[in-house]
């Protein structure tokens, strides 16, 4: 059973349903609307996470150097127990004035001119009303957005972070494809409307996580469960340049701000892992942190 139902287009989709049988044809179908969406009547009170959902639009890539221009917040909460969505709220979104003007590139991107901003500020009072009641702050790039949003509002720094794109196994959960969010809907049969804007994106999110798994439970139900678990970082520190290619051919990533090749899994395979790294050279120094979901994305 899907997770929503498009009323009260039936006859559309009874068209698009004799479409998709002749073969030839796949059809992408809107977005839900928020009361569209089935959702939990009786959820147990003890089991339910909320979750804040976030995207935001900036003038650049660099958190040091570069304003968020855009910010949009929406809400869905989940029964971990039985893995059912029990409440939606639609985004709200806010804009505000870098003082500055934006490239053509970024005004292509996002759909938002200078000319939008002006005179704009984040309203504070309704950014923080937003996070009432919230366990966690989920995005579809956590990093990214949590650079921006907790140098704006360090409020955000106190709570967990979820990465919808990070935290969840597509592929084992049969979502083969890209894992953008427009990417993640065309595989879901979904289009996106007003794609790059904050709001568009945490709503085509908010639908994603909705979904259904094979085994009944929303990807939402996965996604918390996998964010919610401890593992290690392992940084190879003093690593050689001789040594890039093997690391990178053994799953390791290269972290600009340890300036250090890293891997993270669980602590089993990782302390194995720092056993490895010093057969391999007496020039590296194994350096091994506890990860949760409230330092996982920084």
Known sequence: MPFYHLNPNRRGERLARRLEQIGDYRVL?????????????????????????????????????????????????IDLEGGDVVDVTPPQSWL??????????????????SDMLIGKWFAETEIMQALRGVDVVVAHHAKFDHAFVTQRFPAFARLPWACS?????????????????????????????DAHRAAADVWATTCLLASHTGDGRSIAAHMIGNARRITHRLYATRALFE???????AGYSWSPERRAWSIEADPERVANEAVWLRKLSKAIQPVIEEVTWRNRHQ
């Open 29 to 77: 179908r809107r977005l839900p609307k928020p009361d569209e969406i089935w959702c939990r009547s009786m959820p147990v009170p003890d089991s339910v996470i909320k979750c804040a959902i976030l995207d935001c639009e900036t003038t650049g890539l660099d958190p040091e150097r570069d304003k968020m221009i855009e910010l949009a917040i929406g809400t869905l909460s």
């Open 243 to 249: 040594h890039k290619d093997v690391l990178k051919g």
């Open 165 to 193: 794109m990070r935290d969840i196994d597509w592929p084992e959960l049969g979502w083969s494809g890209g894992r953008s969010v427009a990417s993640l809907l065309t595989q879901a049969g979904f289009y996106l409307p």
């Open 96 to 113: 505000e004035d870098p003082a500055e003007d934006l490239s053509v590139e970024i005004e292509r991107l996002t759909h938002i001119t």
